[in-house]
């Protein structure tokens, strides 16, 4: 007579183990794909009331025909693995510098996850600024001269790598950005900040400027012109400035600036700054003001949004170098990151 002895699976409690692990981890992430997809849902609608009661129409997400409408159609329907990248604050420093050149990006002194000791690694030439690479609007200017505040800084600083900015806006890019500090040479003259000139690139060709002056004063405010510096309309949500903006002398090398890092985008406003009339690129930014600035007549929008598809033939001819720079000097392009935008993918 034969006796069966029963086989038990060998390891079996482990692969019990493993399959539970296993289960929780696909209800975590299906958690985790509704819980995105609620909030993507939720953020639009609140944009769509806004932007309506903004605007005085509904907004065209599929189909955009303005320029605030094609804004919100990259904000929501878009997710080019290239944004963020090119939204950091710190790792946009290097993608300028391999286009136009090292001599153009402001220069960075420190950037990390956390400020460093004191005693150790705070001895930066002054003045200097302190921002988080991961948003807009936080920054700290620490002047020449004086005390530094340190404790109402470190809580700001705290207060930043707490946060994540463009949530409400739908702009989804800055959540992707490693949450860090930067800290810069402040650049201008001592107690005065300099005039801020935002270029408007569509398919890498300089359409208008918007120019910002007194920043930090109530005076505060700018204007818009073309390439011929003459003013064609203006901002609506964004006060206007009592001055005409001065012609800036680098004005050709500031749009040849403008162009280059523009090219292989639908859209991109390029921020730079003129110093004693030397071009410096303070930033990119690819969603501006959220696809919320409003400007006047109503038509403007329309004619921008008609920007935004591509040419069949160039709108102007491209801007030379400036004298005493190659053609290929400084301009290294990346074709990864081109390969990837919206205007190759159409």
Known sequence: MRTHVAKLPIGSGSRRQAHGRIARVRAFTGFRRFRDAWTWWCTLRENRQRYRRLFGHR?????????SEWIHHYK???????????????AAKEFIAARVGEQYVIPTYWHGRRLPSRRVRRRWPRPYFIKAAHGCHQDI????????????????VARWLRSTYGGHGGEWQYAHIPRRVIVEQRVGEPGVLPDDYKFWVFWGRVHYVHWFTDRGLPSY??????????????????RTHERYPPRPESLDEMIWLAETLGEGFRFVRVDLYEIAGRPYVGELTFTPSAGFHTLEPDEVDFHLGSLWRKPRRERFPATPPPAGLAPDAGHSL??????ETGARSG
């Open 59 to 67: 907004m065209h997400l599929l189909l955009p025909r303005t320029h």
């Open 76 to 90: 929501f329907l878009r997710r080019d693995a290239w944004l963020p990248g090119l939204t950091d604050k710190v």
């Open 221 to 238: 405010g700018g204007r818009i012109v073309d390439r011929d510096w003459n003013e064609p309309f203006r901002s609506v949500s964004q």
């Open 334 to 339: 990346d074709e990864r990151v081109l390969a």
């Open 141 to 156: 200017e620490v002047p020449a001269t004086g005390k530094v505040r340190w404790p109402r800084i470190e809580r700001e």
